[in-house]
């Protein structure tokens, strides 16, 4: 059974460019959740998608986006990228409201 | 909205000494609380959970956490600890949902780190 796998690793970025991070879930999970952890702080939820729709959203501005794909995989999309926006980016996937599972994360940084 | 407090930023203990990890929440009704262990690199991994039932629960890798709602915690404990232990820690809440479990939308706190002396 694969994890939750997220690609990339890292990624730099400069202000106001656009980044895309993808986020494989695990075998037969059909819910993606994405938080954002900055240095220091504990994860923020920012959405979650159950079978490509969003279900619910965090605190977060619109210029954070999401979709999910019919194999449950995911992207978070953020647009006009600010320096607050360096974080790891972690997705978790789950089988409805059953356990989730989190991948590595990705390390943005936002120069 | 709900809200979880994890007061102790960093605790420093010897290797085989007791541990007790401190978390408090706020919310209306009695949450589904969580904690969780990260190590540098890696992703949170589930120690334990809490949704009803007995109020001391046990995890993995000898966790077990206690909850007392009349002081809205949900700390989490070992009686000895071990050098592999050293990570952070991360206590969460989520509501419950009429099916009885979580939403999968987690609040979390802001973290202990926990260092292992030899």
């Known amino acids: 059974e694969t994890g939750v796998t997220q690609s990339p690793t890292h990624l730099i970025k400069t202000r106001g460019q656009q980044v895309t991070l993808r986020c494989s879930s695990q075998s037969g999970h059909n819910t993606v959740s994405w938080y954002q952890q900055a240095l220091g702080q504990g994860p923020q939820f920012i959405f979650q998608y159950y079978r490509e729709e969003e279900n619910g959203r965090g605190n977060f501005p619109p210029r954070f986006s999401g979709l999910q794909f019919p194999n449950y995989s995911s992207e978070l999309n953020v647009n006009a990228l600010e320096l607050d926006d360096s974080a790891l980016y972690l997705c978790?996937?789950?089988?409805?409201?059953?356990?989730?599972?989190f991948g590595p994360g990705t390390r943005l940084t936002v120069l | 909205a709900q809200s979880v407090t994890q007061p102790d930023i960093h605790i420093t203990v010897s290797e085989g000494a007791s541990l007790e990890l401190r978390c408090n929440y706020s919310y209306g009704a009695t949450p589904y609380l969580f904690w969780y262990v990260q190590s540098p690199g890696q992703g949170l991994q589930l120690l334990l959970k809490y949704f009803s039932g007995d109020t001391l629960v046990q995890g993995i890798k000898g966790f077990e956490a206690e909850f007392k709602r009349s002081q809205s915690s949900f700390n989490l404990r070992k009686p000895s600890v071990h050098w592999s232990d050293a990570a952070e820690y991360f206590c969460a809440v989520d509501q419950p949902n009429a099916g009885g479990t979580s939403y999968g939308k987690l609040t979390f706190g802001q973290g202990t780190i926990l260092t292992v002396h030899p």
């Open positions: 978790a996937s789950s089988d409805r409201y059953n356990e989730q599972f």
